[in-house]
Each structure stands twice: as C-alpha cells, then as structure tokens.
Nanobody, 125 residues
Framework: VQLQASGGGLVQAGGSLRLSCAASGRTFSRYHVGWARQAPGKEREFVAGVSNSGGNTGYADSVKGRFTISRDNAKNTVYLQMGSLKPEDTAVYYC???????????????????WGQGTQVTVSS
C-alpha cells in the first residue's frame, strides 16, 4: 500500500486542521493506520492510531482530547482532526500503515511497516 499525507499548513494557536492520509490499493481496509510527527531536533512520536475496522483507536497523552483519528474505508482515507492546536504541535506529520493481524499498540512504531510522505503543520503563537 502507498500512503500520502496532506492537509498541513500554518494555523494560529487554538485553531484546527484536518490531515488526510490517502491510500492506494483495494486492500486498504486490511491495514491499521497511525499518525506520527517529528519536530526539529526531536524524536519521531506516534500521536494516534486506528485499527483496520476503525473500532480501536489510541492517542498519545499529549494530544488526547484534542485530536481525533478516523477512517473512511470506502474512500481509502484516514483523517486526523486536530483541534486546540498549540505551538508544540508544530512538526512534520506522517501517516503509516500496519499489515499485522493484531494491532496491539497503535503508538508503537514497531507496529508499522509502510510510511507515507509527511505534511508540515506549523502552529504560531
């Protein structure tokens, strides 16, 4: 599967953005998908993940209550709705896919084996 993230941009603190992760291939519904981010000088961290059915989600504490991950398998797309954005959310955001049968930890990078190109999110104070 090939993944492409989009929807990034510049937004003021407190604002919202919705990122999209579009996937190619007819088997998209088999893949679990996560969103990771990497800020300059920092390690990459996963912020959210969703199981292939959409029934299981996970969030990092840093975004819980502000970000929502969802998917539309008919459109081969996973979304990350980001609200109450903070300057510390500034990063390049990537989507990643997992072909594993079981999705134990949506925030564990080892779960994922496909990566898309990132999209820049910049939050100004």
């Amino acid at each position: 599967v090939q993944l492409q993230a989009s929807g990034g941009g510049l937004v003021q603190a407190g604002g919202s953005l919705r990122l999209s992760c579009a996937a190619s291939g007819r088997t998209f519904s088999r893949y679990h998908v996560g969103w990771a981010r990497q800020a300059p000088g920092k390690e990459r961290e996963f912020v959210a993940g969703v199981s292939n059915s959409g029934g299981n989600t996970g969030y990092a504490d840093s975004v819980k209550g502000r970000f929502t991950i969802s998917r539309d398998n008919a459109k081969n797309t996973v979304y990350l709705q980001m609200g109450s954005l903070k300057p510390e959310d500034t990063a390049v955001y990537y989507c990643a896919g997992s072909s594993r049968t079981y999705f134990y930890d949506p925030l564990n990078e080892d779960e994922y084996d496909y990566w898309g190109q990132g999209t820049q999110v910049t939050v100004s104070s």
